[in-house]
Structures are given as structure tokens and as C-alpha cells.
């Protein structure tokens, strides 16, 4: 952008000096040359304005394509959690003699949100994403990962519902409703939340 402002600032320049008095037996005596340089100079100033506007086009598009993605992810991650939900709730409520109770995740494993993986792998995601977003995001996946066979399932769940939220807030980002540094703001809110309902979990399960 500051290219095609220098060239804008340089034709207004050139064209006003064109309506100088004391200038006007040079531009006559040179009117060809000058004329030429002028029609260049504005050829190239609308060829990089075209240039500029379908660039700016062709980010909206990724960004539209990058917003469709973390929506499907959303959905994708709202299943698994209302299925581990569900699965979680049958557990409890197992009489604590039954002998299922102790390999019941194995032979019922908590859904992993397969999705996820994809939707981090693709580069036009690590390339659109803010940073803050990206590092949560990994985090979220290796301790999803780390935590889907079942031995800790209340922190499974912590970490689907505020990987959700992760991607709400890049969303809001990417549509312009935050700035960066909301989103920084709000991203740092989240993970002191989450950092207590983590440690609220964990004391509740000793």
C-alpha cells in the first residue's frame, strides 16, 4: 500500500505542475516525452492498483474458506463432547462394585474429534490463524490426545468445551469483530479460566 501511495502523491504532484506558469514552455517544448511518462505512470499505478484489490479479494476468500473450516471444527469437537458427555454420565452413575466400572473406557473409548488434526495440518490454517490461536490450539490437541483413553475424562471435557471456544474467538477475529489485541485480551482470560477449572477438576477428582 505505501507503493501505490507514493505513485498516487507522484501523479498529483506531476499533473499540478502541468498548470504552472513558469513552467509551461518546458512541458510544451517536451509535451510528447511528457505525456508518455505521464500515460506510464499511470498504466503502471492502475495495473498495481488491480493487483492490490485482487490480492485483497483473494484474502477474504481464504479468510471465508478459514471461518467455514473452524465452524465445521466446532461441530465436528461439539459431537465428541456431547458423546464423551454422555458416555461420562452413564459411568457414574455405574454401581462402584461393578466390575465393568474398571475397564469401562477401554472397551468404550472417549471420541477423539479426528477433524481437529486435519483442520491444524492444512497450511492455508497455519498460514490465516493468529499466533495466540495456534499455540492454544496445538496445546489443546496433544493434551486431547493425551487424555482421550478415557483415564481422565472430566479434563477431556474441560479441554473440548474451551477448544471450542478457542476457535469462537478466531472466528470473531478473522470476521473483524475483535481486534488482535482483543483477541490476545480474551485469548489470556481463557486460559487463566481454564487453568482454574483445570485445577478445580483435578482437586476434585483426589
Known amino acids: 500500500m505505501i507503493l501505490y501511495t507514493l505513485l ?51 484474502e477474504q476468500k481464504e479468510k471465508e474458506h478459514v471461518i467455514k473450516l473452524m465452524q465445521a471444527t466446532i461441530a465436528a469437537i461439539e459431537s465428541s463432547h456431547d458423546y464423551s458427555e454422555d458416555l461420562y454420565e452413564f ?66 471435557l474441560l479441554l473440548l468445551t474451551y477448544t471450542i471456544e478457542a476457535l469462537q474467538l478466531e472466528i470473531a477475529y478473522q470476521k473483524g469483530e475483535k481486534s488482535l489485541s482483543e483477541l490476545e485480551q480474551a485469548i489470556d482470560n481463557k486460559d487463566k479460566r481454564f487453568s482454574l477449572a483445570l485445577d478445580k477438576v483435578k482437586g476434585s477428582s483426589l
Open 8 to 58: 498516487a502523491i507522484l501523479m498529483v504532484v506531476l499533473g499540478m505542475l502541468t498548470f504552472v506558469p513558469r513552467y509551461q514552455a518546458v512541458i510544451n517544448r517536451f509535451s510528447t516525452g511528457i505525456n508518455f511518462f505521464l500515460t506510464l505512470i499511470a498504466t503502471l499505478f492502475g495495473v498495481l492498483l488491480a493487483m492490490a484489490f485482487a490480492n485483497i479479494e483473494e
Open 91 to 156: 459411568y457414574i452413575e455405574l454401581p462402584k462394585k461393578d466390575e465393568t466400572r474398571a475397564h469401562f473406557f477401554d472397551k468404550n473409548p472417549l471420541p477423539f474429534p479426528d477433524y481437529l488434526n486435519t483442520f491444524m495440518r492444512q497450511s492455508l490454517v497455519n498460514r490465516t490463524l493468529s499466533e495466540d490461536t495456534l499455540i492454544d490450539l496445538n496445546e489443546y490437541k496433544f493434551n486431547l490426545q493425551k487424555t482421550s483413553n478415557g483415564n481422565q475424562p472430566q479434563i477431556y
